[in-house]
């Protein structure tokens, strides 16, 4: 069984970073292509970025691109997404994702999630 766990979460005012990270456990963490997305209170959850297996593709929506960067140390089994100029309208549940697809693309089939992280960010 694949497991995620997701810290880093928290409450930073506008203009500020968080990094956030995601270990998976259970599996072949280097086989999975994994995902970021998150869901702001009265919305649906959204794609933020995803990351190949081996690191060498990385795709962004286009709300965060140049304010997120998403890595991963296949090594650790953690994936992370430093987010950087923090807004208010960045607050939301953040989750990670695990996806056997080897594509980056938004509407790949995401198989197991973690359980989210609470980012707020104060004006």
């Known amino acids: 069984q694949v497991q995620l766990v997701e810290v880093g979460g928290g409450l930073v005012q506008a203009g500020g970073s968080l990094r956030l990270s995601c270990t998976v456990s259970?599996?072949?963490?280097?086989?999975?292509?994994m995902g970021w997305f998150r869901q702001a209170p009265a919305k649906e959850r959204e794609f933020v970025a995803a990351i190949s297996w081996a690191g060498g593709s990385t795709r962004y929506a286009e709300s965060v691109k140049g304010q997120f960067t998403i890595s991963r140390d296949n090594a650790k089994n953690t994936v992370y997404l430093q987010m950087n100029s923090l807004k208010p309208e960045d607050t939301a549940v953040y989750y990670c994702?695990?996806?056997?697809?080897?594509?980056?693309?938004?509407?790949?089939?995401?198989?197991?999630w973690g359980q989210g992280t609470q980012v707020t960010i104060s004006s």
């Open positions: 994702a695990a996806s056997a697809d080897w594509r980056t693309t938004p509407t790949i089939n995401y198989a197991y």
């Open positions: 259970g599996r072949t963490f280097s086989r999975y292509t």
